[in-house]
Structure formats: C-alpha cells, structure tokens
C-alpha cells in the first residue's frame, strides 16, 4: 500500500518568503502525485498535479513542484508566498492507470505573516 | 456552481442516533469517492464508487457504515448507531471516468459532530 509524508506540519512564513513544502510517498509502481490546497473556510482545490513527462509542473498562482523519482519526492515551491497563501497544503498519491482512492499526507499548514 | 455539492453542511447528533450524508457529483462524472477527515490528519479514503457498482471499501468503513449511488448519480453515505470517534469532516468527490486521468474534485465536506 502507498503512503505519503509531509515533514512539516506547520510553517509560518513572511510575505515575499520564498517556500518549499515536502513531500515524500512509498510505493514501488507508477504513480501520479497531486497537490491540493485547502483556503480558511473553503473545500480542498487542486493546486497542481504530475502524470507524466516534464517532472517540473507548475500550477495555478505561481506554484511548483518537481517529481524527483529516484528521492520519491514531489516537493512544492513558490519563490514568493503572499499572505493570501495562507492555508493548508495536502500532498497526495495514486496509483498511475487506476481509478481509486487518492492517499493523502497529513497536511501541511502555512501561515503567512504581513 | 456546477461543482460537487454536499448536503447538510454541518450535523450534530447524539451517540447512538443514525445519521445520512448526500452527495451530489459534478454532472456526468461516473466516479464517486468518500473520504474521511479528522483534525491534524488527511483525508482518508472510505469508499469508491463506478456509477453505480461500488468497487473498493476501506478498512476504516466499518458494518456500520453504508454507501449508496442508486442509480448512478447521487451517493448517500449512511452512519448507523453513530460513536464520538465517528466525529469527522466526511469529504466527497468525483472525478470523470473516460481518462485515465484520476483528478479528484472535492465537495465542501459534512462536518459531523457526535455528542
């Protein structure tokens, strides 16, 4: 069975900070990574995910992240984090080609300062 | 707002008492997912249905919970002679069944409480 680390639980940050998230998952197949968002008060939103091809995807306001294989990583990164970034970052995993349930981390929570 | 829609948003019950969730799938989506969120964790898989063939259960659905989709559109997720550990935000999400693309689209969640 897949699972997925996130080694920081809770991050505060300055505006204008630069931010990495990680992420580390186990499992010995294929695998397509998402990173979901969840906003103060708001349902969970896709903020990027990786299928295939370019390692480095790059998703909506201005966030990345870079699938490195051999690490089992899928680390997240903005060079700028804005107060409105403020929220909690969930890393998940599923197994590539499948239709099943999507095995999350346990969060990360950002908080950006003024 | 065409996106997934839960209902109700939030319910308190008292222990012992049975309590009933619905989801409502973005239209034309064939898969329907429960999750299950506790405070400090992830979202942790619960059930999965293929229009209306439920095909996987976790573990953590235990005999008193049940899942329908009846035919193939909304699901109902059902808690019987519910505990305090049952307290949780119950998550739901579809996704299209024709890629094999798995992007998950998430409701707003039933948070339920149990006295």
């Known amino acids: 069975a897949q699972s997925v680390s996130q080694h920081n639980h809770h991050v505060i940050l300055s505006e204008a900070a630069s931010l990495e998230l990680g992420c580390n998952y186990s499992y010995g197949g294929t695998v397509n990574l998402f990173w979901y968002v969840q906003y103060p008060g708001q349902h969970l939103q896709l903020l990027l995910k990786?299928?295939?091809?370019?390692?480095l995807v790059k998703g909506i306001k201005g966030f990345e992240a870079e699938f490195i294989k051999s690490k089992f990583s899928f680390n997240l990164r903005k060079p700028s984090v804005q107060w409105s970034d403020t929220a909690e970052y969930f890393c998940?995993?599923?197994?590539?080609?499948?239709?099943?349930?999507?095995?999350f981390g346990t969060g990360t929570r950002l908080q950006v300062t003024l | 707002d065409t996106g997934v829609s839960q209902d109700p948003r939030h319910k308190i019950t008292k222990r012992g008492q049975n309590v009933t969730f619905r989801c409502d799938p973005i239209s034309e989506h064939n898969r329907l997912y429960w999750y299950r969120q506790t405070l400090g964790q992830g979202p942790e898989f619960l059930t999965y249905?293929?229009?209306?063939?439920?095909?996987?259960k976790s573990r953590l659905l235990s005999d008193r919970f049940s899942a329908e989709r009846p035919k193939g559109s909304f699901s109902t997720l059902e808690i019987q002679r519910t505990e305090q550990g049952d307290s949780a935000m119950y998550l739901c999400?579809?996704?299209?069944?024709?890629?094999?693309?798995?992007?998950?689209?998430f409701g707003p969640g039933t948070r339920l409480t149990v006295l």
């Open positions: 998940a995993v599923i197994r590539t080609g499948t239709a099943s349930k999507l095995t």
């Open positions: 249905f293929q229009n209306e063939a439920q095909l996987e």
């Open positions: 990786y299928f295939s091809g370019d390692p």
């Open positions: 999400a579809s996704s299209p069944g024709r890629s094999s693309y798995n992007e998950q689209f």
